[in-house]
């Protein structure tokens, strides 16, 4: 979990037991809800003898079939991904507006209990069914799922965060649980949304529910998945926010870890697929053939102002809200991860805990959003208001909620509503006198801890939303003080909403491009770059961005672009640890199947020696997985010789394909007698004669950097003098670590790399 751009006293993993002492790649990780191990992603294309006979054996034909099937899929995924979305915002539209509806009234005839009543048991039964599906059904659906998809697309698998049960899950939970008025977003779920549907379509279907297409199957390896769940995670913010340039910057700042132009266009291409499919949806919706509620949830907020002009005056308070959002934004991400871990020790003790504690959020939320409003004052109707006053039943400015005809309850208006309905509230042109200044920070300190509460629950539930609709409440709080001739009070609720979602998330330019294409107003491209700035580097002086913290919380094992100065000081050749399992080019099956029993790991070297070599030398390195398909496939010799062209024509390279996110081959699957274990294997035709290797003398960082840029498994360690045996050790992820190297050597911790972090008593 290597992660030291925080502070030492958050920097204790949670899961320290775990760890292997010994150099494994498979480690455990907090995947959801639950406890999963995990794995490291093969994004080397292992260039053994048996896949270059096949790549030559491929026409120019199958090879424009794989570049076109690329697109091919990047369009489906453009499609899916915003069906999807759109879905999801009218299943949310309606199901939390008829339940407005009713709530409204019982509540105009004067039945204020049976009122709350019904609020509240409508909110507990759709977190219930959320909780219960998520944890039974799918535990890895539960939170965001962009930890998850960053942590994969930097090389971490884990089973079950693509799968097909994972998806639907993901989609009906995250449906559910924003209905029952909790303060979660769908973003974040839309993103891995997004990345399973890619994943799915990438790996030609799911088997176990018998959806599979063979004509799909051209993409079952690591790179190429990398690829498309790139595609699917900007998809899905695309979705989220109708902001396609948004979706492929988030994809680029935040998501991946190995870009290149090829991918840039075809994510591009996926996202213009998303933006012109919403569109046309949006213009069905708009013609009343959507139910009630039904415009998606996914309308431009309009603040837009024809006479809206800043001058130089305007910038001071416009620094301010940067200065203050980004120290808001550190606090939030350092209480979020405190209540995470307390979350996380209570779900230890059993599945109902997580139920039980996902329903007590939900009614702490609804007494508060069905109470608060009682407290604000009513406020008479305003008699140049552009939409009814009040509004009864339906979204709108101006709630009626208890009050009198001819006045509305302005508190109702935000927190008696729809998460983006708030938003839209607060966004809102020529509305500056409608909001309290008191209703407004109520609001604020509302959203700020309930998103800080709800978001840990055993249910798909997203942050970005959430941070938006508290960063608007403090932005339009900051404008109604400070107040301003040239910018309305929405306009200053745009720049909150940026300046909080900079000093917690730490994006800049996506962020920028998100909100400008939210808000469709490139007035306040200036101002926003500069509030971004300030936050994020205001907040940068206290902890990380939320994501990493999340990540780390997790135990994802997330390789970070920095190196830190005391790997300059180590050669590689001192954080390899052993025992260190070789096969020989052509070894008996008893000595593979007791190696692959005995241990874990996932690569071994093959070195050859006499009689096919005078000497030890290096030949390759095979893959676990590779190892076992030959195994079940029981090509075997009954002597101590090499594999002749009528063998290996027995072989097809779908054999060796990659299966699907998490799931593999075990050896205990594999049984064999004991005549086939006296026989022998040929490992030189599927060894990788050509792994990336590098001298025992060479420094611990600039491995580092070769290891992360290029996306490696493993580094075969080879000494420097030709006098030793051929091979020193291996690399894998987990050597990388900062607290397996620390832990080798303890005294350089001094040296550790630290960022400026200022430490707040009430931090510490």
């Known amino acids: 979990m290597p992660n030291s751009t925080t502070e030492d006293s958050v920097a204790v993993p949670l899961l320290p037991t775990l760890r292997h002492a010994t150099n494994s790649s498979s480690q455990v990780a907090i995947v959801g809800s639950n406890l999963c191990p995990v794995e490291s992603l093969d994004y080397e294309i292992a260039e053994n003898d048996f896949f270059k006979q096949d790549w030559r054996a491929r026409s120019k ?203 840039l266009w075809r994510i591009f291409f996926s996202t213009a697929v998303v933006a012109i499919v919403l569109r046309a949806l949006i213009d069905v919706c708009l013609s009343g053939k959507c139910g009630l509620f039904g415009k998606g949830g996914l309308i431009v907020f309009d603040v837009y102002s024809e006479n809206a002009s800043y001058h130089l005056g305007d910038v001071l308070p416009v620094l301010l809200l940067g200065f203050v959002g980004g120290i808001l934004g550190s606090i939030y991400n350092f209480l979020l991860e405190k209540v995470l871990r307390v979350y996380n020790y209570i779900y230890e003790k059993g599945v109902a805990w997580k139920i039980i504690l996902a329903c007590s959020i939900s009614i702490f939320t609804s007494c508060l959003l069905f109470g608060l409003p009682f407290l604000a004052s009513c406020q008479p109707c305003p008699a140049d208001a552009l939409e009814e006053c009040p509004t009864i039943g339906r979204s709108g400015n101006f709630k009626k909620y208890q009050c009198p005809p001819g006045h509305y309850n302005d508190l109702a208006s935000l927190i008696f509503n729809t998460n983006d309905d708030a938003i839209k509230n607060l966004f809102s042109k020529n509305t500056d006198f409608e909001f309290h200044y008191l209703s407004v920070l109520v609001f604020f300190i509302t959203c700020f801890f309930l998103s800080i509460l709800s978001y840990g629950i055993v249910a798909p539930a997203g942050l970005f939303v959430p941070v938006i609709v508290t960063g608007a409440s403090y932005g339009r709080f900051v404008g109604m003080l400070l107040g301003s001739k040239n910018l309305n009070d929405g306009l200053y609720a745009v720049l909150g909403a940026a300046s909080f979602l900079g000093g917690s998330m730490r994006m800049t330019v996506s962020l920028c491009v998100i909100l400008l294409e939210l808000t469709n107003n490139l007035l306040l491209l200036p101002m926003m770059m500069v509030v971004l700035l300030i936050s994020k580097t205001v907040a940068d002086a206290f902890n990380a961005n939320i994501y990493n913290l999340i990540m780390k919380i997790k135990g994802f094992p997330y390789l970070h672009s920095h190196v830190e100065p005391y790997m300059r000081q180590l050669t590689v050749g001192d954080v390899v640890t052993g025992p260190l399992q070789v096969f020989k080019g052509i070894e008996k099956i008893e000595t593979i199947v007791h190696v692959l029993k005995t241990t874990n790991h996932n690569g071994f070297p093959v070195v050859d020696g006499p009689p096919l070599s005078p000497a030890p030398v290096l030949y390759g390195l095979i893959l676990r997985a590779h190892i076992l398909t030959l195994l079940k496939k029981r090509v075997f010799l009954s002597s101590p010789v090499a594999f002749d062209s009528k063998t290996l024509a027995q072989f097809k390279a779908d054999e060796f394909a990659k299966k699907g996110s998490g799931r593999g081959d075990r050896i205990e699957d594999v049984e064999l007698s004991e005549e086939e274990l006296n026989m022998y294997l040929d490992l030189h035709p599927f060894s990788n004669a050509s792994p990336y290797t590098v001298l025992e003398t060479m420094s611990l960082a600039k491995a580092l950097v070769l290891f992360r840029e290029v996306g490696l498994r493993h580094i075969l360690v080879i000494p420097k003098f030709s006098n030793r045996p051929p091979l020193v050790g291996i690399l894998t992820r987990h050597d990388f670590m900062p607290e397996h190297i620390l832990g080798l050597r303890p005294s350089l911790s001094r040296s550790r790399w630290k960022r400026l972090r200022i430490r707040l008593p009430f931090l510490s």
């Open 61 to 263: 034909t199958q090879i424009f079939q794989y570049v076109f099937m690329k697109w091919l899929l990047c369009f489906f995924i453009g499609i899916i991904v915003s069906l999807i979305g759109f879905t999801n915002n009218l299943a949310v539209e309606n199901l939390a507006g008829v339940k407005f509806v009713v709530t409204s009234n019982m509540m105009l005839a004067g039945r204020y209990s049976m009122g709350f009543f019904v609020f509240t048991v409508s909110n507990l039964i759709l977190t219930l069914f959320a909780s219960v599906i998520t944890a039974f059904v799918a535990p890895a659906a539960a939170g965001s799922g962009i930890p998850e998809v960053k942590a994969y697309l930097n090389g971490v698998d884990a089973p079950e965060i693509f799968s097909f049960r994972t998806l639907v899950v993901k989609i009906i939970g995250n449906i559910s649980a924003v209905s029952g008025s909790l303060l979660i977003g769908k973003a974040g779920p839309m993103v891995h949304t997004g990345a399973c549907v890619a994943s799915i379509l990438g790996q030609g279907g799911s088997k176990r529910y018998g959806l599979t297409w063979r004509w799909l199957r051209y993409f079952n390896n690591d790179r190429d998945r990398r690829d498309l769940v790139t595609c699917g995670s900007a998809a899905g913010i695309a979705a989220s926010f109708r902001a396609p340039v948004g979706g492929v910057l988030f994809a680029l700042e935040e998501m991946s870890s190995w870009w290149r132009s090829a991918l």
